[in-house]
């Protein structure tokens, strides 16, 4: 495990460091007086645990872990035997070491690092392994209210300029937006442009002629490019 000490006092550092070179894989990759240089260390690189003094001039402890944006599992050391409670209001400090530290009790320490870093993978796997959320609707922007639609509603969508006009099948709706931007929001196994200011659900289509298609009473022109594909989406009875 790759650790950091942070402790504004030399003696107090030099004792962690090691307790550590004493325990079999746990390896200090840095010490910091400075509560201030530790945090731009760990902005550019990440680490399983950090040896955290509480009492540290102009930025406590409890301040470095309110300020770190992805936080390693935190062990604070401290002579301080009053702050217990407080330090266990944190998710990611794992235990609570009283000056002067033994190495058994050290050890202690670092089976509790070694479980909850095990437990943070469990955690991390399942998240990982959740199947990606299907969305079927999508909200717009209209007179700073969001209104939503279901995809399965939505008609057509035609460029107007710096605008975009959404038919549905019982409203229109019209957004400041491009294109580009809501193609990128919309499922591709039902949407498809069809022409530079059209985007169409292919489910719509009442009849193809020609370079046009026919969604509700809406004429909807195709493009020579986006023909094959469109004719790719539709279950074709040959």
């Known amino acids: ?15 962690v460091s090691k307790l550590c070179s004493d325990t079999q894989d746990m390896n ?6 400075s509560a201030i ?7 550019k690189q990440s680490v399983d645990v950090v040896f955290l003094d509480i009492h540290m001039p ?9 300020t770190l944006k992805e936080s390693p599992k935190i062990v604070l050391v401290t002579s301080d035997k009053e702050l217990a409670t407080q330090a266990f209001e944190y998710e990611n400090i794992v ?22 870093l095990n437990n943070q993978t469990i955690i991390n796997s399942a998240e990982n392994n959740k199947p990606a959320k299907q969305n079927n609707e999508l909200f717009i922007n209209i007179d700073h209210r969001l209104i939503k639609l279901k995809f399965d509603e939505i008609l057509l969508i035609k460029a107007l300029g710096d605008y975009i006009n ?21 499922p591709q196994n039902t949407f498809i442009q069809t022409h530079r200011s059209y985007i169409i659900n292919f489910t719509k289509i009442i009849d193809i002629e ?19 594909e469109l004719m790719q989406h539709l279950n074709l009875l040959k």
């Open 210 to 228: 020609d370079n046009s298609v026919l969604i509700a009473k809406n004429v909807v022109p195709i493009s020579r490019s986006s023909r094959p």
């Open 37 to 43: 240089d530790a945090i731009k260390f760990l902005n």
């Open 58 to 66: 102009t930025f406590t402890g409890f301040d470095f872990v309110e």
């Open 166 to 186: 959404i038919k549905t099948e019982k409203e229109d709706y019209k957004v400041h937006t491009t294109l580009k931007k809501i193609k990128e929001k919309l």
């Open 28 to 33: 200090v990759l840095e010490e910091f007086s």
């Open 1 to 15: 495990m790759n650790c950091i000490i942070v402790d504004d006092e030399t003696t107090a550092r030099a004792i």
């Open 95 to 116: 235990d609570y070491l009283v000056k002067p530290i033994t190495q058994e009790r050290f050890n202690k320490s670092v089976v509790k690092i070694t479980n909850a």
